[in-house]
């Protein structure tokens, strides 16, 4: 097997990437400190050509040095907005029939393998702080609260693993319901 360079890959250039069909998620990121886990999203949110990133709270926004280093300049590629009040975010992606999903650990959350979005649904991924995780006031104005199993000894993944698995998964379920 010889490995891909880049010009293999057949990659979308940036007008490209803005003119295709999006992937009818939004993702939100709230709270989030870790400049390499915003970049980590927007890189992982170019990959599967996610609609929009809106961050929130004291989340970081480009252009920062630190987000481009693990962004390598989907900032660019992925349309994103700041947004103070991520409650007052959450009302308004509710009023254009969003359906609002936080990502916690929570009494009655559903478990990602059995999350079943449905067709000419368009999805708002909610992602919290490192430490705290997903504002209180978010998860009770949620459609679905979805936690990822974990099998092991931490009750937690860093907050851009949870966003690449769920970003997949929610992905790939849309992706055979639009097939």
């Known amino acids: 097997m010889k490995k891909l360079i880049l010009d293999d890959l057949n990659r979308k250039n940036i007008e490209e990437f803005k003119q295709a069909t999006k992937t009818p998620i939004i993702v939100v990121l709230d709270d989030v400190r870790s400049l390499h886990n915003i970049g980590s999203f927007f890189r992982t949110c170019d990959a599967f050509l996610i609609e929009k990133i809106y961050l929130c709270g004291i989340t970081a926004t480009p252009p920062n040095k630190e ?47 059995d999350f079943l979005p449905e067709n000419n649904t368009k999805y708002a991924l909610f992602f919290g702080n490192e430490v705290k995780g997903v504002n209180q006031q978010v998860i009770n104005l949620s459609d679905f609260v979805v936690e990822i199993p974990q099998l092991g000894t931490k009750h937690s993944l860093n907050v851009s693993v949870s966003g690449g698995i769920v970003i997949w998964d929610v992905f790939q379920k849309l992706q055979q319901l639009s097939e």
Request: no cysteine; net charge negative; glycine share 4%.
């Open 67 to 113: 987000i481009h280093k693990t962004a390598l300049g989907a900032t660019e590629t992925v349309d994103w907005e700041y947004e103070k009040d991520v409650v007052a975010l959450v009302e308004q992606l509710k009023a254009d029939n969003i359906k609002i999903i936080s990502l916690e650990q929570v009494e009655g959350s559903v478990m990602l393998h």
